[in-house]
Every structure is written in structure tokens, then in C-alpha cells.
């Protein structure tokens, strides 16, 4: 496909996305779309452009700043800034929607009919559309109108309550699950309602709600419920049931430590110069170094003696290759550890004077139509006029109305 920035290459080569989303569960998926060869169009409200533009960190060049957040989010992406209240603004996004072939919102439910161009509107425009619509609780259900945020979703779908340390108040997780939940959710929807719509020309309705991806995230937690009458509860850094599975001292810091089957655990034996640990009755097998009071009583003590004494890096040398034996590691030794390196996870984009960003890049590998992770994000508008013309057809003329009118900027 030929963009107004010129061909597409990659395995969604061909593909056209309109973003009309804000700050991460959208953003996102449409930028993996985009780092998978779609091309994507951020469409922004030029009187409210997505807030996380003015997200920190920033690039800068004296007076000129750019959100990193934002650039990481919405990188490869045209830029098109267009008020849908403003005239000629929803007959814009309609002529954009009529080449398109999947949508991405996360408005709450109701807002994009408001404006006049919800799903309905825009389907029996473009009948092949996959229309992506990621909200906190959902298109449906008694809850779907009620604003939501990524704690939203923790809260309600039961992760909250299950993080942190037995005995205390239970904690968030650190980083925002439920969107980037939702991000995930989202993009598999889309790309499974698009290989639908190419076979049959069917578009159709991706409804994801961040709520339904945290839940979909508990692990066991809804099964120990339902069979067991058990609820979760902070457990720490260990596993509900499975052990040893959890964080460990060591000399300089702190290890992840998993060899919980027979197999792992008589290989740690030996690696850590203790063969007969194997052979003792009281903890020879899986099930029993699982009951908690053995466990804490004879295994976990063990397995701390091990580690005490060494560093993160002589553990990972000594056992790294053999067993489940993880250093755990800064985001600044993450971010410069050679492993990262050789699997592409951090590239860099040129933003001229601004400087270099170095973000993360594209965790999906695909070996004939490999990603493009390593571009730029759009400026607020900065392609309006490239894509209006190279897409919706429009001569100069109607931009310039758009732009008189406001619709356009």
C-alpha cells in the first residue's frame, strides 16, 4: 500500500488504521499494529489532543519538548488533526473510515455515537470495517457508561486484591495491567476480526473491556473459587501453591529462584554441591517440598543457604543455563544487558535536535516480515494534509474549508 509517507512494508503491509484513541490501551495496539507494517492515522481533536502528549519524560531542544511516553506509544504512526464538532469534521472522518479497514477507540461507550459516528454509523459506511472499542468495563452490562482507569480495572477484576504481602493491605500492581491487558486482548481481536472481514468482507464490533482482560489475567484464582470455595490473597513473592518459586537473598542483591520439579530440583542439588539434599525423605518429592510447613520448615532453608554467599552473576554463571535462576534486575541493567541487544528490545529513533530516543522495541519476532519498531511519533496535525489528499482524495481547496472552518488543523 502507498501512504502520503510512501509504500508499506511488513506483514499487515497494506492494512490502514485509524487511531482515534488516547493515552495507552488504544495507543498501543494501534502502534503494534503499526510496528507490524499497518499503516496507522492518529486522528487527535486539535482543541483537546491526547493528554499524554503532555506525559513526562521529555525530549528537548530549548523551548522544543516532546512526551517520550507519547513518542513510545503512537511511534510510525500520520498524524491528523481534526475536531469532530467542528463543520465538515464527522464527513472528514467518514470519507477516512470508507478506505479504512480496522478503527481503534477507547472512548466511554456512548461518545462516538454522540458525536454521530459510533459503530452503526460507520459499519453501514464501510461494511468490511473492524471497529476496536477498548473501555473499562465494556459495550454491555449494567456497568459500561461508568468511567474507568487502569486501577479501575484492578480493582474490579480482582488483581488488587490478590497482590501484595500476606497480612498487609493488599497492593496495585506497578505498572497499568489493565491497559496494557486490554492493549493485548485488543490487537489479537483485531487481527482475528480482520482475517474474518478479508475472507467474507464482514467487519465487525471488537469489544474489549479492561475489567474482562485483568480477570482473564488471575491465573487460578477464579478456578480455586468455583471448585474450591478458596479466595486469593496476597501471597508475597511466592507462588499460591508451587515451590520453591520466589525471590531469594544473595550476596548483592536478590535472585528468582524455580526449581520446583524433581527433575530441577536434584539438578540444583548437585549444582550447588549438596547431592544427598535429593535423597532426603522428608522432601524427595514435588508434593511434599509443596506443603507449606515443610517447605518453610526444610526447603526454603536450603535453598537460602545456596545463595547467600554468591552474587547475582556468579549464580546466573554457576546455575543460569541449567535451572530457573534469575537475577532480579534493574530496568537500567535490563536496558543495557546484552541479552536486550540481541533481541532488538531497545531501538532507537532519530528526533533531530530533539536527540535520540532509546525505547522498547517489538517483542513479536516474525521471520519473513519482520517489525519496524524504530520510528518516530507524529506531531499534532502534522500529516493532515498529506492524508487527506493521498486518502481521503481531497483537492486543496477543501482543506483549506476544513482549515477556515476548524475542522482541520
Not at 470508507?98 to 454521530?116: H, I, Q, S, Y
Not at 491487558?181 to 481481536?189: E, I, K, P, Y
Amino acid at each position: 500500500m502507498s501512504t502520503p509517507l510512501g509504500p508499506t512494508t511488513g506483514a499487515l503491509a497494506g492494512v490502514l488504521v485509524l487511531d482515534l484513541s488516547r493515552v495507552l490501551a488504544g495507543p498501543y495496539a494501534a502502534q503494534m499494529l503499526a510496528d507490524l507494517g499497518a499503516t496507522v492515522i492518529k486522528v487527535e481533536n486539535p482543541r483537546d489532543p491526547d493528554v499524554s502528549r503532555g506525559f513526562p519524560p521529555y525530549l528537548t531542544d530549548g523551548d522544543d519538548e516532546f512526551s517520550a511516553y507519547y513518542a513510545q506509544y503512537n511511534r510510525g504512526k500520520l498524524g491528523v488533526g481534526l475536531d469532530l464538532t467542528a463543520p465538515g469534521g464527522t464527513a472528514t472522518l467518514i470519507d477516512l473510515v470508507r478506505r479504512a479497514d480496522v478503527l481503534v477507540e477507547n472512548f466511554r461507550p456512548g461518545t462516538m455515537d454522540k458525536l454521530g459516528v459510533g459503530y452503526d454509523v460507520l459499519r453501514a459506511v464501510n461494511p468490511r470495517l473492524v471497529y476496536v472499542a477498548v473501555s473499562g468495563y465494556g459495550q454491555t452490562g449494567s456497568r459500561s457508561r461508568r468511567p474507568a482507569f487502569d486501577n479501575t480495572a484492578q480493582a474490579a477484576g480482582g488483581m488488587w486484591s490478590m497482590n501484595g504481602y500476606p497480612g498487609q493491605e493488599p497492593v496495585r500492581v506497578g505498572v497499568t495491567i489493565g491497559d496494557l491487558s486490554a492493549t493485548l486482548f485488543a490487537v489479537v481481536g483485531a487481527l482475528a476480526a480482520l482475517r474474518h472481514a478479508e475472507r467474507t468482507g464482514e467487519g465487525q464490533l471488537v469489544d474489549v473491556a479492561q475489567v474482562d482482560s485483568v480477570l482473564a489475567l488471575t491465573e487460578t484464582a477464579v478456578v480455586d473459587y468455583t471448585v474450591r470455595g478458596v479466595e486469593a490473597t496476597p501471597s508475597g513473592n511466592e507462588h499460591a501453591w508451587v515451590r520453591p518459586y520466589e525471590l531469594f537473598d544473595c550476596a548483592d542483591g536478590q535472585v528468582f529462584f524455580g526449581a520446583y520439579t524433581d527433575k530441577l530440583w536434584r539438578a540444583s542439588c548437585a549444582l550447588f554441591g549438596t547431592p544427598e539434599v535429593a535423597d532426603d525423605p522428608e522432601i524427595d518429592t514435588m508434593r511434599k517440598r509443596f506443603e507449606p510447613d515443610v517447605y518453610a520448615r526444610r526447603v526454603k532453608p536450603v535453598v537460602a543457604g545456596w545463595l547467600a554467599d554468591r552474587t547475582k552473576a556468579e549464580l546466573e554463571a554457576l546455575a543460569g543455563d541449567v535451572i530457573p535462576l534469575t537475577a532480579i534486575k534493574t530496568i537500567g541493567e535490563v536496558v543495557d544487558d546484552p541479552g536486550t541487544a540481541e533481541r532488538d528490545m531497545i531501538v532507537d529513533a532519530d528526533y533531530g535536535p530533539l536527540g535520540i530516543l532509546r525505547m522498547f522495541g517489538q517483542p513479536i519476532k516474525l521471520s519473513a516480515t519482520p517489525a519496524d519498531p524504530g520510528r518516530v511519533a507524529n506531531r499534532l496535525g502534522e500529516h493532515s494534509t498529506a492524508v487527506l489528499t493521498g486518502i481521503a482524495g481531497y483537492d486543496d481547496e477543501r482543506i483549506a474549508e476544513l482549515r477556515e472552518s476548524g475542522a482541520v488543523v
